[in-house]
């Protein structure tokens, strides 16, 4: 889709409209906000929301949803996943076999969760931040597209499952890390939907 809710919306109607799509898998990377994910791990979202959604505030913002313009009715702040594809994708989740993931610690295997997968536009380099959508999103991983691409097929009544594999820890280390594990990270996401 290219980077961005923009880009991500856009692309999705377009498919939509020229494909007549039932379902929609939308997966990448993305940064680990959950302290237990590591590069290599895979967050299927079980709902996504905007973490940049809503009334911002001088406490902090008040994540809210906006109107459809389809029906005139106001969207969750949760999108939540399409129960067949969550469904298959948590079976292949328990079977597929992945390549160990070098990290600092030594390697180990993948581990595939289900989760919440925050959106907004900004790349994420903040461990406060992070912190801050884990508390008040319940939030896994953060990305830059996957909430766009479910608002739009909410809005369209089109099943749709963000997958994401984590590429850094959404932290000061982030843009050395999504250098390291992009790659390996990707193909993770990419061989799950496979």
Known sequence: TGVGKVNAAMTTTLLLEHFQTRQVIF??????????????????????????MGTLWTEGIEHGGVRSRLTGEYNPIFFP???????????????????????????????VVVGTVVTGDVFVVSKE???????KLEADAVEMEGAAV????????????VIRSIS??????????KQLFYTMAAKNSAGLVV
């Not at 298959?88 to 295997?109: V, Y």
């Not at 931040?129 to 508390?135: D, G, L, N, Q, V």
């Not at 850094?168 to 890390?177: F, G, N, P, R």
């Open 81 to 111: 996943a399409d129960p067949e594809l969550l469904a298959a994708a948590e079976q292949a989740g328990r079977t597929m076999k992945f390549d160990a993931t070098a990290l600092q610690a030594g390697h180990r295997p993948p581990r």
């Open 27 to 52: 997966t990448g990377i993305a940064g680990g906000i959950d302290p237990n994910l590591e590069p290599g791990d895979i967050v299927i979202a079980e709902q996504t929301a905007y973490h940049d």
């Open 168 to 177: 850094d820890k959404a932290d000061e280390e982030a843009i050395m890390d």
């Open 150 to 161: 479910a608002q739009v097929c909410y809005q369209r009544q089109v099943g749709c499952l």
């Open 129 to 135: 931040r992070s912190a801050e959508w884990a508390e």
